[in-house]
T-cell receptor
Framework: SQQGEEDPQALSIQEGENATMNCSYKTSINNLQWYRQNSGRGLVHLIL?????REKHSGRLRVTLDTSKKSSSLLITASRAADTASYFC????????????FGAGTRLFVKA | ETGVTQSPTHLIKTRGQQVTLRCSSQSGHNTVSWYQQALGQGPQFIFQ???????GRGNFPPRFSGLQFPNYSSELNVNALELDDSALYLC?????????????FGSGTRLTVV
């Protein structure tokens, strides 16, 4: 499969708790992105981290990148019911032609 | 003018038919990518166009083809439809060098092949 791997596949937490999702990938990358998708519609870009960066913050989001382990994590702090969605990581790679490879996603459910 | 628009939103086709899906890029974007997303899966990269040229392709057969027009809008054509082609087809646009804003996605076209 071309896809990266994400874990957990599904996560259920209480409102106010933190949610952590992990992503692993296989090839050398230029950057890694995280997206959110509600109800099988379009994806919304959350954050992009470049291969020379190790950590990035945006509001309640914190992303880390470990290129030696080919892995990334997304932390959502103080989760809200509105954060309920599927979260995907994506990597852009230029080996053998350009490709964007998405993980299989983590389904997050935040209980009010 | 902001955002990516896709048409139609839903489509039902018969096996063996051909289909054309359309995408209007976000204003100022010169790159468009197409993805296929099966239910419960992540999007699978079909191909990307940059300034009217294909510059990357995923593991899809030649019956999946595309075009990008001078105004950077795009079409995805699928010939000889198969039942497994039933999926959500997503279009995304960006600048040639991806910025901090990532890809901007449309809401998708839900294709059902019967």
């Amino acid at each position: 499969s071309q896809q990266g791997e994400e874990d957990p596949q599904a996560l259920s937490i209480q409102e106010g708790e933190n949610a952590t999702m992990n992503c692993s990938y296989k090839t050398s990358i230029n950057n890694l992105q995280w997206y959110r998708q509600n109800s099988g519609r379009g994806l919304v870009h959350l954050i992009l981290i470049r291969s020379n960066e190790r950590e990035k913050h945006s509001g309640r989001l914190r992303v880390t990148l470990d290129t030696s382990k080919k892995s990334s994590s997304l932390l959502i702090t103080a989760s809200r019911a509105a954060d309920t969605a599927s979260y995907f990581c994506a990597t852009d790679a230029h080996t053998g032609g350009f490709k964007t490879i998405f993980g299989a996603g983590t389904r997050l459910f935040v209980k009010a | 003018e902001t955002g990516v628009t896709q048409s139609p939103t839903h489509l039902i086709k018969t096996r063996g038919q051909q289909v054309t899906l359309r995408c209007s890029s976000q204003s100022g974007h010169n790159t468009v990518s197409w993805y296929q997303q099966a239910l419960g899966q992540g999007p699978q990269f079909i191909f990307q166009y940059y300034r009217e040229e294909e510059n990357g392709r995923g593991n899809f057969p030649p019956r999946f083809s595309g075009l990008q027009f001078p105004n950077y809008s795009s079409e995805l054509n699928v010939n000889a439809l198969e039942l497994d082609d039933s999926a959500l087809y997503l279009c995304a646009s960006s600048l040639g060098d991806l910025t901090e804003n990532g890809y901007t996605f449309g809401s998708g076209t839900r294709l059902t092949v019967v």
